[in-house]
Every structure is written in structure tokens, then in C-alpha cells.
Antibody, heavy 119, light 109 residues
């Protein structure tokens, strides 16, 4: 069965960096686009970034552009999110999500990993 | 990349029907037939209930339906059940990006 397992969350000071990972299994990872979506405490969902199945294209929300980098290693079935220059407002649960083969919708989600940015 | 507009809360009694609206612009909801709806129970990951405006993934009850008119999409849940109580989020493709609504809390009275 499809599984997405995030890791790497934790507490970091403003201005710091963190790298999240998402280990995928149960499907052919290299054939799917992958996303990061976040949810601040008691707030709604916010799309963060997408990477195409082969890593050839990446797009970001304006709120993280220039600070976050999405990447993937198809040989390790793993998705990454490198987060630099972190701000208090980046505090959230970060989910990785698979985009369906037909596109534009997220059909499987991980359980999320919490990132807390605080001094 | 402004969030889509949803009502903060809706409520209904078991067996009744409710509709949740999702207002966007011609750059997102109105420009593409790629609106999806997600159900999220407390401390759980979201689950897709509707995609491509009005399609249901296998396993989602046919009590859930979606539609779109202009820049506004809607999710209708008929025959409300207690387990439908959750937060619901709309989401639209917006041309190399995606945008979510602010979320609607559904209370089953």
C-alpha cells in the first residue's frame, strides 16, 4: 500500500535551517509529482511547493520562494524540503503529498512532521 | 496566491444536506476544472473527497458531490452522518501553483 513518512521536523531558531524528508513506498515513486503542504497550528492548509516526477520542474508558493528548496532522489524514493532563513510564521505541520497520475489533485498524504520556529 | 474564500462554519442535522462554497477568481477556480475538496478530521491528514470539480475517488460515498459555476465551486453533502463532522478544504490549481481555501468546520448537530 502507498505510504509516505515524513521526518526531520523539530525546533529551530528564527533564521535557522532544517531539512525535511519524506520516504515513499508502495508505488513507483519516480513516476509521480510530489508536493509539500503545510498547516500552521489551528490554521488552514497552505500549498508550499511541487516537484515534477523527474525533478525537471519545481514551483513554490510566494511565501517560501527563495528560502525553501524542494528536491527528490528517485533512487532512494525520497522527497526533501530544505528550509533556510526560517521565520516564526513558518511554524506548521509539514505534509508531503502525492499528485495523482492524471494530475492536479493530492491522493495520498503523509502523517506530517511538526516544525517549530521559536527563539 | 490569495486563499480561496470559504465560510468558516456550517452545520446540519443528521439526514439533512449542506453545501459549502469556495470562491476564487478567474486565475484559479474559474480558469481550470481542477478543483478538489479535502476532509480533515482532528489530528489526521487530509483525505480527498472530490477532484476535477465533480469526480469522486473510489470509496467516497455518493453523498458527496461537487460543482462549479464561474469562479465559485461548491461541495454538497447529502444525508449528513455523524462521521461527516470535520474540516473541509477546497483547493484549486492556479497555473504552476495550487491554492487552498481557508477551511470550513462542519458540525453535525
Amino acid at each position: 500500500q502507498v505510504q509516505l513518512v515524513e521526518s526531520g521536523g523539530g525546533v529551530v531558531q528564527p533564521g535557522g535551517s532544517l531539512r525535511l524528508s519524506c520516504a515513499a513506498s508502495g508505488f513507483i515513486f519516480r513516476t509521480y509529482g510530489m508536493h509539500w503542504v503545510r498547516q500552521a497550528p489551528d490554521k488552514g492548509l497552505e500549498w508550499v511547493a511541487v516537484i515534477w516526477y523527474d525533478g525537471s520542474n519545481k514551483y513554490y508558493a510566494d511565501s517560501v520562494k527563495g528560502r525553501f528548496t524542494i528536491s527528490r532522489d528517485n533512487s532512494k524514493n525520497t522527497l526533501y524540503l530544505q528550509m533556510n532563513s526560517l521565520r516564526v510564521e513558518d511554524t506548521a505541520v509539514y505534509y508531503c503529498a502525492r499528485e495523482t497520475s492524471s494530475g492536479y489533485v493530492f491522493d495520498y498524504w503523509g502523517q506530517g512532521t511538526l516544525v517549530t520556529v521559536s527563539s | 496566491q490569495s486563499a480561496l474564500t470559504q465560510p468558516r462554519s456550517v452545520s446540519g442535522s443528521p439526514g439533512q444536506s449542506i453545501t459549502i462554497s469556495c470562491a476564487g477568481t478567474s486565475s484559479d477556480v474559474g480558469g481550470y476544472n481542477f478543483v478538489s475538496w479535502y476532509q480533515q478530521h482532528p489530528d489526521k491528514a487530509p483525505k480527498v473527497m472530490i477532484y476535477d470539480v465533480n469526480k469522486r475517488p473510489s470509496g467516497v460515498p455518493d453523498r458527496f458531490s461537487g460543482s462549479k459555476s464561474g469562479n465559485t465551486a461548491s461541495l454538497t453533502i447529502s444525508g449528513l452522518q455523524a462521521e461527516d463532522e470535520a474540516d473541509y478544504y477546497c483547493c484549486s490549481y492556479a497555473g504552476s501553483s495550487w491554492v487552498f481555501g481557508g477551511g470550513t468546520k462542519l458540525t453535525v448537530l
